[in-house]
């Protein structure tokens, strides 16, 4: 990480300061023996109008260049980073990135025996969130698009359009798996204690019955969970606690169901099928109990 340019001068002082041969060279004519310089002292005495050695205005200079050259290292080390983590040899990030670049009803050319597009259309990349995992000698790749800002599975006909495009793309001989299903189910039983000063009986806010906080904390949980990451029970409770006229929760149980699959018991963690989580209010067993603060007033 770059240093600050106070941080280069500073220590361009202490180097100076222990050089005998520069001894000769000082803050003030008139203040015999102050070698060693600092930043802060520099500003305070080119803000003053007094005269400032030329000398302690060089090593500014000299730490203004080595402040530049160390952010442009920190640059460049950012960029190979990136690029070691994103090209050839092709990694798990790769397949991901690479998924969210398919343009949809654009066909493949070959171009000096690499297949690209002809035409760069950002409006028909269809892919809005994809993760890559390695499963039984096969790299599966999890797809989602967003329709109305609503993470949503592929269409048949999009979906085996994408996969051809990936057997056009991915290296020889690895074989690609996509996956791109309806969210994974949550339910919830749990027990809220609720301010009811704040939420009415049906959980939505008193002064706005078209919003339920707790609804929209789980919601808002699942939609910033990191595309196919790990849903963790504390951490969804959590942003129960945080939603506006909750007092308390408690989750005695969350179950998890896949598209197409049965509902099952999480224990501390669960994770999706699909990359992503939507809850069932429906079926989720939630019990209300209300909390009203009260205090005495002195007469």
Known sequence: MSRSITEIYDSLCVAKASMQELHDYIIDPNLQGTILDNSQQLKIDVRSGSKVAIWRLWLWIMAVGSWMVEKLFDQCKADVAELLATTKPHTLTWYANESKKYQYGYPLVRIDDVFTYDNDDPNSR???????????????????????????????????????????????????????????????????????????????????????????AIDTFCRNLEFDGILRVSRLQDAIQAAEG??????????????????????????????????????????????????????
């Open 126 to 216: 269809i892919i809005k969130y994809a993760a890559a995992a390695e499963k039984n000698g096969k790299v599966l790749i999890k797809v989602a698009k967003e329709v109305d800002d609503v993470m949503t599975p592929l269409t048949a006909q999009e979906k085996t359009l994408f996969e051809e495009f990936w057997a056009k793309w991915r290296d020889a001989g690895v074989k690609v798996e996509i996956v791109s299903l309806a969210a994974d189910i949550i339910k919830v039983t749990m027990e809220i204690v609720r301010d009811r000063l704040v939420l009415d009986a049906n959980n939505n806010l008193i002064r706005d019955n078209s919003i339920n906080p707790v609804n929209l």
């Open 246 to 299: 909750v007092v308390d929760v408690k989750i005695s149980q969350l179950y998890h169901k896949p598209a197409g699959g049965n509902y099952a018991a999480v224990n501390m963690q669960a994770e999706s099928v699909s990359g992503y989580f939507t809850l069932n209010v429906n079926d989720s067993d939630i019990t209300m109990r209300d909390y009203v603060t009260t205090k005495v007033l002195p007469i």
